[in-house]
């Protein structure tokens, strides 16, 4: 901004010099004063000026309200130019490339430094994942067991009574073998004392010759069966009576065989619900801890994220790029040469924007003039700074009003800068354009405003 204000006081003090030998030819004064007559051409080509006791003429600049400066933020040299005088624009377009040296090593430090963050936050995460479903899988395995464990429970519950029914049952039916033996054996024994008989009255007939041989032959026969059957019955009686006392001695061990296993089928459903209870405590605290490890890895994340913009901010990119849609004007880089924080590379206008203009008016000057004056724009060809402030007045004249006037003097000490905004017309000024101001100081400050 400095630089500009230097440009703009020096064209102001070649135009003021401009006008200084212009007023000075004959049938001209040096400032139209009070007590003065006009010159008859100035009137002729100003039929609207004001008397010439309220007239300042100046020389301005036309800018644009929506205008930007490029430049660096730090000192680099210019890589590549992208762009030309009077190309469009639109915001993210490249400008020009920077080397920018050290600078661009840091930044890419910083970027490091965010990727390796960022690395470090998605191993967290996947590692969250990980341990979740490992700590899922202990759990699920910790319920399968308690599901087990109360099957088990159910089955020796059901088991108990099943089982000492059974060993009452296999007692009971010891004893009604036992009593079946005895019932065959007591059978066998009335087969064998009949067949004895049979044989001893057949014995006594075939002595008297009453039978014949074969006949007590068939009855001794009988009664050998008989006593086998006999045999046969009492063995299975003593078989019988074997079996049945160990059966019902069975009886109450077999009840606490079942009991037993109820009492272990508990324990067993404790342990798994316990150990339930602490695979699920354990995936909280495992899930917790890995939320902690992603907070952390996202703080870092963010820290090296704010110390890569904080790099960025301080050095900028190494590409600048247009901010705005608009035209490329003023543009004095060449590639190969050193830029330097502040200094103008070039300007973007927008071509939509309303327009101003801005006049070095000098010190001795300033105190006439007033914030709401009114004033004329003279719009002119593109001259060079040079150009006579005749030239510069040339054509339709716009409407304006000072609408700021600068504190401070400018950077030359001699000059201070003075706005007029454009009330109408601001179409035909165009951004950069030497005009012809002329501020009236007698007609008091504009009453309308657009």
């Avoid at 003090?13 to 100035?42: K, N, Q, S």
């Avoid at 036992?178 to 019932?183: D, H, Y």
């Avoid at 008989?197 to 074969?214: P, S, T």
């Amino acid at each position: 901004m400095t630089r500009l204000l230097g440009v703009v006081s020096m064209l102001a003090v070649v135009a003021l010099a401009g006008l200084y030998g212009w007023t000075h030819r004959p049938g001209h004064g040096e400032v139209l004063r009070a007590g003065r007559r006009r010159d008859d051409v100035t009137d002729r080509a100003h039929p609207s000026h004001p008397s010439q006791s309220s007239v300042i003429r100046l020389a301005g600049v036309v800018r644009a309200d929506a205008e930007v400066v490029v430049s660096p933020k730090v000192p680099a040299r210019v890589r590549a130019v992208y762009v030309r005088n009077g190309d469009t624009v639109r915001p993210g377009d490249r400008l020009i490339s920077l080397d920018m040296g050290d600078m661009q090593a840091q930044i890419e430090a910083a970027g490091a430094g965010v990727a390796a963050a960022a690395a470090v936050h998605r191993k967290a995460i996947r590692g969250k994942a990980a341990r979740a479903a490992e700590m899922d899988g202990s759990v699920a395995q910790a319920e399968g067991g308690l599901e087990i464990a109360r099957s088990k429970l159910k089955q020796a519950e059901l088991g108990l009574p099943l089982a000492a029914g059974s060993a009452v049952a296999d007692s009971d039916q010891a004893k009604a073998g036992i009593r079946q033996a005895e019932a065959g054996m007591r059978m066998a024994e009335a087969g064998l004392r009949e067949a004895e008989d049979a044989v001893r009255r057949l014995e006594v007939l075939h002595k008297h010759g009453g039978i014949a041989d074969v006949d007590l032959s068939g009855a001794r026969t009988k009664a050998a069966m008989a006593r086998a059957g006999y045999d046969a019955a009492s063995a299975a009686h003593d078989l019988a009576v074997a079996a049945a006392k160990p059966a019902a001695e069975a009886v109450i061990p077999r009840r606490q065989v079942s009991e037993a296993d109820v009492e272990a089928a508990r324990s067993g459903v404790k342990l798994a619900s316990d150990g339930l209870r602490l695979a699920r405590s354990a995936r909280s605290e495992a899930l917790a801890i890995a939320d902690h490890d992603i907070e952390a890895a996202r703080a870092q994340t963010a820290q090296a994220q704010a110390g890569l913009r904080q790099a960025r901010a301080a050095i900028g990119d190494a590409t600048l790029t247009s901010p705005i849609h608009g035209i490329v004007t003023k543009l004095t880089a060449d590639a190969g040469e050193y830029a330097q924080p502040g200094m103008a590379l070039m300007r973007i206008v927008s071509p939509a924007s309303r327009r101003h203009v801005e006049v070095a008016v000098p010190v001795r000057l300033v105190g006439a003039l007033a914030v709401g004056m009114r004033a004329q724009v003279h719009p002119g060809p593109r001259t060079a700074p040079s150009a006579s402030l005749e030239a510069a007045g040339d054509g339709m004249p716009m409407r304006a009003v000072v609408s700021e006037i600068s504190p401070v003097a400018a950077s030359d000490g001699r000059s201070v800068t003075v706005r007029l905004r454009l009330l109408d017309g601001d179409a035909a000024a165009r951004p950069g354009a030497m005009v012809g101001v002329t501020v009236d100081t007698g007609r008091g400050r504009a009453s309308g405003r657009r």
